[in-house]
């Protein structure tokens, strides 16, 4: 079974600083989907950014990038220029690939805070 | 579009009595799921159904049901609620493809006493 692990329960940035949301994970499978997603105090889950294992570039989505290290089951996100708006709960999220109906499997997330 | 609406969007039961958590997309997605989210467990996937006409469990389906009604619609049902499952429930929908990804609900916050 896949499994996700973000090590950081709680994480503090400065605004207008830059920090790094870390995400491990396991499987067996070589075609799969990494995500993040953000869970602000609304409870709303918004999908920050994605990226397919084929690819070897990393994503990038405006401030947000994520560093994906195959090798390592490594997909960390960065978030540069903080703001104020970024303090929420983040996930990480696997999904195997293939054009079937799969779950996500999440993270247990890492609490982001950001400091004015 | 209004995306993916649940209702309610809070709840309070008590041990024993039932409800059903109403879901619906208009984004003419294929598969729904329902997950559950616990403080410090992240989101787990109770059922969830590819397709209309089929649904299939997902890690913690113990104590669920699930009935997908038509391609929009897809409803979760607690038969005889425990204090276990006092948590927040999404539900999400995304179109069958390479990687698409998941649309979630506002969720529903449901309290069992």
């Known amino acids: 079974a896949q499994t996700v692990t973000q090590s950081q329960p709680e994480m503090s940035v400065q605004e207008a600083e830059t920090v790094t949301l870390s995400c491990t994970y396991d499987?067996?499978?070589?075609?799969?989907?990494l995500f993040w997603y953000k869970q602000p105090p609304s409870r709303q889950m918004i999908l920050v950014i994605r990226?397919?294992?084929?690819?070897?570039q990393n994503a990038t989505e405006n401030r947000f990038s994520v560093n994906f290290q195959k090798a390592a089951k490594s997909f960390s996100l960065k978030i540069s220029d903080s703001q104020l708006g970024d303090a929420a709960m983040y996930f990480c999220a696997y999904r195997r690939g293939g054009a079937g109906s799969y779950q996500l499997t999440f993270g247990k997330g890492t609490k982001l805070s950001v400091i004015p | 579009n209004a995306g993916v609406t649940q209702t309610p969007k809070f709840q309070v039961l008590k041990t024993g009595q039932s409800m059903t958590l109403q879901c619906a997309q208009d984004?003419?997605?294929?598969?729904m799921y329902w997950y559950r989210q616990d403080p410090g467990m992240g989101l787990r996937l109770i059922y969830y159904?590819?397709?209309?006409?089929?649904?299939d469990k997902g890690e913690v389906p113990n104590g669920y049901n699930v009935s997908r009604l038509n391609k929009r619609e897809f409803s979760l049902r607690l038969e005889s609620a425990a204090p276990s499952q006092t948590s927040v429930y999404f539900c999400?929908?995304?179109?069958?493809?390479?990687?698409?990804?998941?649309?979630f609900g506002p969720g529903t916050r449901l309290t069992v006493t």
């Open positions: 499987t067996s499978e070589s075609d799969y989907y």
């Open positions: 990226q397919e294992a084929y690819k070897q």
């Open positions: 159904s590819a397709s209309e006409g089929t649904t």
């Open positions: 984004m003419n997605h294929n598969s």
């Open positions: 999400a929908s995304c179109l069958l493809g390479q990687g698409y990804e998941q649309y």
